[in-house]
């Protein structure tokens, strides 16, 4: 997910829109652009300003009329191939896991090799290594084994959401951070909006609970981070309509304006000169390491809110960071295309870097079994072991950049996707199951994260994305039922 650079002021939302536009196919313009407005525009002015004679003005005229003609075609051709490309896909990912007689393919792939090579033990050693790719090429193929369901929606936000993040376990809450300035909670079984912080300016990137206290951290455009009190109200609020009687509003109503509100954080952490794309706590939530764009990693004190030191090193823009669960690590993930792990275990903060990626590095998290997981624009995602980082131990290729993914305790990667996909796959690299997407479920828009859950009401996975929507789904592996 490529970030284009900005001022201090600048929105987030409008760079990341402005990057899809130039990473993606040829989008139309907006209204305004090349349309009968300017064209009428630019007749006026030559009409009142130009000193061509009429024969030259028509002329250029016709000219305009032949561009915006040939433009409107142009843009139905691409609308139309872009139209195709998704079927056959949606087809492809079909046939794969439908087609009966993938189970046959690695002994028609063996028969044939053996026919071919001769019994030199150079050819032999030559078939065994082939016959290991062909395995794992077949593994590829196999049925989907999880089953996955929309089960909740969490809609009211007015711009697209960032990040979703879960509270700690005990709690049946999530929190949302949105491009519309705004952060907010959520009942996970009511799907009601409990609590909105407002205190930021700018958009919301990031959003984290703390792990044993009712406190939020939240990172923003505004180039600072927040930690502010989750003082929740399960009640429903007076005036506001159960989930049913919403169903017909418009999505902007959706929060009712009774819904509780903060706007004084609890704790404001200043020193980056750019915006904040993300904030974490170290293990023990005594310090926040925030990543901004202005190339530097800070490290926080929560009780004073000091800057306790400056992480350096990167070429370009931070986009992601994250902690380890039990240890004083966390990596950083830049537009450089590297991700950086830091150690906080001694007094010197060491630091390694990982050139894996040959594209901005969206993403970067630790799982439970000590291993990294990297996402890219390049289209990859990268398992690294934390003993020997100099190699990956497995790569996912995709066919979409990959945004902010997560990781489950089983060791499930959720693989949230620019084309609105979001894909599942286990750590050695092999495809699990992909969540349905159709006019009914899924996202119509870039999916921007992705965050597991302990099982609550049936609820194991949420995803967020710029069509302003989260969704909680069920994933269920098929052994289980």
């Known amino acids: 997910m490529s970030f284009q650079r900005m001022s201090v002021n600048q929105n987030i939302s409008n760079s990341k829109v402005q990057s899809k536009a130039k990473r993606g196919s040829m989008n139309r313009p907006q209204s305004g652009i090349i349309d009968g407005d300017i064209f009428y525009g630019f007749r006026s002015d030559i009409e009142n300003d130009c000193p061509l004679a009429p024969a030259y003005k028509t002329k250029l005229f016709n000219l305009f009329r032949l561009i915006e003609k040939e433009f409107d075609i142009l843009y139905q051709e691409n609308q139309s191939l872009q139209d195709k490309i998704e079927v056959l896909n949606e087809k492809i990912e079909r046939d794969t896991f439908d087609k009966p007689d993938c189970v046959d393919f690695e002994n028609n792939i063996s028969k044939v090799l053996s026919k071919k090579l001769s019994s030199s033990s150079q050819k032999s050693k030559t078939a065994h290594k082939l016959k290991a790719q062909t395995s794992k090429i077949v593994s590829s193929f196999k049925a989907p084994q999880y089953n996955c369901g929309l089960v909740k929606s969490y809609i009211g936000h007015k711009d697209g959401v960032w990040e979703v993040s879960v509270a700690r376990p005990g709690v049946p809450v999530i929190g949302t951070a949105s491009a519309d300035h705004s952060a907010c909670i959520w009942s996970i079984e009511t799907t009601r909006c409990l609590l909105q912080y407002q205190g930021h300016t700018g958009s919301v990137n990031s959003i984290r609970f703390h792990p044993a206290k009712d406190l939020v951290l939240t990172g923003s455009g505004d180039c600072s981070a927040h930690i502010w009190q989750a003082a929740l109200n399960w009640d429903l609020p007076k005036g506001h309509s159960s989930e049913e009687e919403l169903e017909g509003e418009d999505l902007d109503d959706k929060i009712d304006s009774k819904i509780s509100t903060l706007r004084t954080p609890f704790r404001e952490l200043l020193g980056h000169s750019g915006a904040v794309s993300a904030a974490e706590w170290i293990v ?43 240890q004083r690590l966390a990596v950083t993930s830049s537009r450089d295309a590297t991700f950086r792990l830091w150690d906080f275990r001694e007094s010197l903060h060491s630091v390694s870097v990982f050139q894996g990626h040959t594209e901005s590095v969206t993403s970067a998290v630790f799982t439970r079994e000590d291993k990294v997981v990297s996402g890219s624009d390049d289209r990859s995602v990268k398992v690294w072991d934390l003993k020997n980082m100099r190699y990956p131990v497995a790569t996912i290729r995709v066919d979409s950049a990959v945004n902010r993914l997560s990781v489950s305790a089983n060791g499930i990667i959720a693989i949230p996707h620019d084309n609105r996909h979001v894909r599942l796959f286990d750590l050695h690299g092999q495809r699990l199951a992909r969540l349905p997407r159709s006019s009914r479920q899924g996202h119509n828009r870039m999916v921007a994260s992705a965050a597991w859950i302990d099982d609550v009401g049936g609820v194991n996975l949420f995803t967020s994305g710029f069509d302003r929507r989260v969704l909680g789904w069920s994933v269920v592996s098929l052994k289980d039922q």
Do not use: F, K, M, Y
């Open 284 to 326: 023990g939530a005594d310090q926040v390491i925030t990543a901004s764009w202005d190339r530097s990693a800070i490290l926080h004190d929560v009780e004073t809110g000091s800057l306790l030191t400056t992480l350096s090193g990167h070429d370009q823009e931070l986009t992601h960071t994250s902690t380890h669960p039990s």
